[in-house]
């Protein structure tokens, strides 16, 4: 080999080595130890909603449609979902290992079926701690798409009946279901997948492009929703009728209870 070939290889090489070192560094500086991206958090950052404006559900027999605060403090309704195939589960940002594992793996989907058009909602069951600063932070260990998938917080007894009235699953502080619940387009819940499961995730997934290409509400589940539907009905005129009677009661009791006047006891007053 000539020195002019040698001399040109090792150039060759130092700018090889120089660009994948560059590389290495841009990613490093750029990317999480697992390898997503992260974005810094602004300290002074605030949330738009007070906790005193949070919804309670106070008055409401049956939730249906909910409202809640996602990571940027604002407002998120569920009814804004109507027409997408969403995907919800509950965790709690403290949790030291089941819940970011399970948020690894929610992160593994959204990475797949967000850009088809897949949402996707996590929900604490922790709100007194996750308060929605709290949410903001945590939230850049999986995603910087504020669109695409919301981390959700509000009122403590709200999103415990969120758990029990809308989806049908467990609730309490610092516990919550192991299911990832799969909604259609109208609002249907069509499925539980314990995300554990390996055999349950493959139907997730099979379930996902399935709900995707509906155009109509299935029949099966149009009857299913009525019916529910009715159901709920039911129940608040039940809660109705329940409270009509308590306050019959409360004014015949008190009635009862008033003593008419004693004409000798006032004469002996005189």
């Not at 060759?12 to 490093?28: D, I, R």
């Not at 055999?199 to 589940?221: D, G």
């Not at 709920?232 to 004014?251: K, L």
């Amino acid at each position: 080999m000539s020195k002019a070939a040698g001399f040109f290889l090792s150039l060759m090489l130092v700018v090889a080595g120089g660009l994948l070192l560059y590389k290495l560094l841009n990613n490093g500086s750029g990317q999480s130890q697992s390898g997503h991206e992260t974005s810094s958090v602004d300290p002074n950052w605030t949330p738009q909603v007070k906790p005193a404006e949070y919804k309670t559900g106070e008055g409401e027999p049956w939730i249906r449609e909910f409202e809640l605060v996602d990571q940027q403090g604002k407002i998120f309704k569920s009814e804004d979902l109507k027409g997408k195939v969403w995907m919800t589960s509950f965790f709690f940002s403290s949790c030291p290992s089941t819940c970011v594992q399970q948020n690894r793996e929610i992160q593994s989907l959204y990475e797949i079926w967000a850009r088809k058009g897949i949402k996707f909602v996590s929900i604490t069951c922790d709100a007194e701690n996750d308060t929605p600063s709290r949410l903001h932070e945590y939230a850049q260990n999986f995603t910087t798409d504020v669109e695409n998938w919301k981390f959700l917080s509000g009122d403590v007894g709200y999103i415990n009946r969120i758990g029990s009235d809308r989806f049908l699953v467990p609730v309490g502080p610092r516990t919550h279901s192991d299911s990832f619940i799969l909604v259609d387009k109208w609002g249907n819940v069509r499925g539980k997948y314990n995300w554990h499961e390996t055999e349950e995730m493959k139907e997730l997934n099979q379930q996902f492009v399935t709900l995707l290409q509906e155009e109509q509400e299935p029949a099966e589940w149009a009857e299913k929703r009525e019916q529910l539907e009715a159901q709920i009905q039911q129940f608040v005129e039940q809660q109705g009728n329940s409270e009509e009677d308590e306050g019959d009661s409360s004014d015949t009791t008190d009635g009862e209870n008033e003593q008419e006047p004693n004409p000798a006891a006032n004469e002996a007053v005189d």
